[in-house]
């Protein structure tokens, strides 16, 4: 089994997994912190020694690999693969989509897609739920409890499903109708919180601690930003080693851009990349504390309103790790109006053919932007989509009006001229 070891982002102190695992550590245990309507302190990340994976492994033989299957290279997880209780039907079941990888273009200029709508759960989410569900089964843990907004939910709860492991998920009441209910009919004991996303997450946090199920919130399991650099990997792979100048990512609490330039930064590591994609955060103006934190420096919260949920956060649990990802690459976080998403959710539907929901739509309104202010070249840019349009109907029905019913000599009469 692969050798790690776990880190507190914050002061830095190191881990053993053992005491980390055995004693369900979150936080660090020395400066680790979780205080209602606060960004998370103490994030731990996993670590690996690199110059000793560099020796092991080979670049051209990952670039061979499917996209999707993360277990395939299991030397880069913090799961124990070779585990009687683990076998590949498990690992089947979670497979992530296979090609998600395409080359648009748009006023004139080109630009590339990674399509995560069409995983297990149609979301971005089932990277971290699925690693997390993984080290569940490996620890011989039956109950998982989230909270989320909606994806992160029905994510868990389908993968869960999947896997034979029982669910709690606590959601904000304004959650979408679509969401609850994926979230429901995957089987999951689901808890409507009355508040919005904060609420439950900080709810979700009391309740396991007492319960002793396995915790999955975001940012708080150090496994759901470990599940989530799968996406850089996948772009590895996809690209054949071609990675983007730019990607544009959606931001609400800061785990995928962590996940995504921790992923990165691996590969930099490794010796197969030579260079850092600068990582734009695409925030909605309703919700937007990265913008914010990167300016002024410090965390003020403010309740967050926004008509992408997805990336609805007052307090976002990894706000500080997820400044870091932009800060490193030369990146940059900034803000689209919820105009702007509709919008862009409606040019990407019907210009190329992605039905995505508003915080993926989020991506493109940010690339809109930067295509408007003449701050793009000849650079590769690459868009996440994180999470398909029919999880969120109330936002497609903004731009798709009730049709006329009419009957068909009606319609005959009309059609005919």
Known sequence: MTSYFYKCFNCGKELPSKQVEENFFYLCPTCGKAEKNQPLTGVLKVEYDYAELKKKLSREKLLMLPAGQFWLYPELWPINFVKGILDINHLDRIRLVSNPYFE??????????????????????????????VKAIELEIKEIAAASTGNAGSSLAGICS????????????????????????????????KGDYDEAFDLCLEISSVKKWYNRNTAYN????????????????????NIPDIIFVPVGDGVIISGIYKGFWELLQLGWIDKLPRLIGVQSQGSNALVRYLSSKKFEYKPAHTIADSISAGAPRNLFMAADPVIQTNGEAIEVTDEEIINAQKIVAQNFGFLIEPSSAASFAGYSKYLEMNKLNTQKVLLMFTANGLKDLNSLGKWNESPSIKSAEEWKSILNG
């Open 222 to 241: 150090p496994l759901t930003i470990e599940g989530k650099k799968s996406a850089a990997y996948d772009i590895f792979i996809s690209t054949k080693g």
């Open 104 to 133: 648009l273009n748009f006023s004139g200029k080109s630009f590339s897609v990674f399509d995560d709508t069409r995983n297990p759960t149609l979301s971005f989410k089932d990277r971290a739920s699925s690693l997390v569900a």
């Open 162 to 193: 999947r896997l034979g492991i029982k669910s709690h998920i606590f959601v904000p009441e304004n959650i979408p109708s679509a969401k609850r209910i994926q979230i429901q009919a995957f089987g999951a004991n689901i808890y409507l919180v």
